[in-house]
């Protein structure tokens, strides 16, 4: 399977808990999916000429964690995070990535 998307996901204690349609599971911390949010607040964005604006903020946020997710058309995931941060969209493809990134 090409592309594998969440099949079941859940919040559990403090980590997000996803199932995928080829037989994975990540789990992620709510800091980290925090601090890996792909907003422009987070991460920044650059605009014609290359000049970035935003993403200077804090890049640690202990103790935040998931209160609630939704699926965003069929490529994303949106959360809610406890700090009221939620406009960042983890397409499939990163939330992959990010889980890749965190196995030793």
């Avoid at 969440?6 to 349609?21: D, K, L, M, Y």
């Avoid at 995931?77 to 700090?83: A, E, H, K, P, Y």
Wanted: aromatic share 12%; proline share 6%; net charge negative.
């Amino acid at each position: 399977m090409d592309n594998p998307t969440p099949h079941n996901v859940q919040i559990v204690g403090g980590e997000v808990a996803i199932a995928w349609s080829d037989g994975i599971e990540t789990y992620f911390q709510g800091e980290v999916l925090r601090a890996a949010s792909p907003s422009a607040e987070t991460q920044g964005e650059r605009d014609v000429f290359g000049t970035q604006y935003g993403g200077a903020g804090p890049k640690k946020f202990p103790g935040v964690h998931v209160v609630g997710w939704e699926r965003v058309g069929n490529y994303a995931l949106r959360f809610d995070f406890s700090d009221g941060h939620s406009t960042g969209l983890y397409s499939y493809e990163y939330l992959r990535k990010l889980a890749a990134a965190q196995r030793p």
